[in-house]
T-cell receptor, first 112, second 113 residues
Framework: GEDVEQSLFLSVREGDSSVINCTYT??????LYWYKQEPGAGLQLLTY?????DMKQDQRLTVLLNKKDKHLSLRIADTQTGDSAIYFC????????????FGGGTRLMVKP | ETGVTQSPTHLIKTRGQQVTLRCSSQ?????VSWYQQALGQGPQFIFQ???????GRGNFPPRFSGLQFPNYSSELNVNALELDDSALYLC????????????FGPGTRLTVT
C-alpha cells in the first residue's frame, strides 16, 4: 500500500534555509503536496508539484522531486520564526487526485 | 483563509454515543473529503463525496458515514463511538476544475470518554 515517510523534527536558526524531506512508495503518484499546520489549526496548502516535474519554486519555497528515488523535499529560504509549524508531505494515489495519503509530519522549530 | 468552516470546534462525547460533525465549503467546491488526524500523526483519509455521492473511502468501518448537500455543506456521522475515535476531524474541499487542490477547514476536535 501507499506509505509516506518524514523525519520527525528539524531545528534551524532564523535566516537560515530549512530543508524538509519526504519519501513515498507509490510510483503511480500523480501529485505531491506540502501542507503546513500551526498549533490547533487546520492544514494550509503551501504548494504542490506534478509528478512529471523536477522542481517548482514559489517565492521562498522550492520543491524538488526525485521520482527515481521517490524523494520529495521542501526548501524554505530565509526561515522566519513564523515558519515554526508542522509540515506534512502528501501524495495523491488515485486518478481523481483528491484522495491524499499524508506522512507523519515534520516539526520545524525556528530559533531566533 | 480557505473559506471552509467546520462546526463545532470542540466536542466531548461518551463511548457508544453518536456524533455529527459539519462542514461548509465555498460555492463551487463540489468535492469534499473528510480526514481523521489522531494526536501526533498525519491525517488519514476517511471518505470523499462528489456531487452528493460517495466517491471513495479509506480504511474506516461503516459506522463512519457521510452526506453532502447541494448547498456545498456536508456532514460526517460516527455511530457507536469508541475511545480511539478521539481525534481532530478535518474537512477539505476542492473547487470544480481545480481537482488537484484541497483546502482544509480548521477541524473539529472530538474527545470520546
Amino acid at each position: 500500500g501507499e506509505d509516506v515517510e518524514q523525519s520527525l523534527f528539524l531545528s534551524v536558526r532564523e535566516g537560515d534555509s530549512s530543508v524538509i524531506n519526504c519519501t513515498y512508495t507509490d510510483s503511480s503518484s500523480t501529485y505531491l503536496y506540502w501542507y503546513k499546520q500551526e498549533p490547533g489549526a487546520g492544514l494550509q496548502l503551501l504548494t504542490y508539484i506534478f509528478s512529471n516535474m523536477d522542481m517548482k519554486q514559489d517565492q521562498r519555497l522550492t520543491v524538488l522531486l526525485n521520482k527515481k528515488d521517490k524523494h520529495l523535499s521542501l526548501r524554505i529560504a530565509d526561515t522566519q520564526t513564523g515558519d515554526s509549524a508542522i509540515y506534512f508531505c502528501a501524495e495523491s494515489y488515485n486518478n481523481a487526485g483528491n484522495m491524499l495519503t499524508f506522512g507523519g509530519g515534520t516539526r520545524l522549530m525556528v530559533k531566533p | 483563509e480557505t473559506g471552509v468552516t467546520q462546526s463545532p470546534t470542540h466536542l466531548i462525547k461518551t463511548r457508544g454515543q453518536q456524533v455529527t460533525l459539519r462542514c461548509s465549503s465555498q460555492s463551487g467546491h463540489n468535492t469534499v473529503s473528510w480526514y481523521q488526524q489522531a494526536l501526533g500523526q498525519g491525517p488519514q483519509f476517511i471518505f470523499q463525496y462528489y456531487r452528493e455521492e460517495e466517491n471513495g473511502r479509506g480504511n474506516f468501518p461503516p459506522r463512519f458515514s457521510g452526506l453532502q448537500f447541494p448547498n456545498y455543506s456536508s456532514e460526517l456521522n460516527v455511530n457507536a463511538l469508541e475511545l480511539d475515535d478521539s481525534a481532530l476531524y478535518l474537512c477539505a474541499s476542492t473547487p470544480a476544475g481545480g481537482r488537484y487542490e484541497q483546502y482544509f477547514g480548521p477541524g473539529t476536535r472530538l474527545t470520546v470518554t
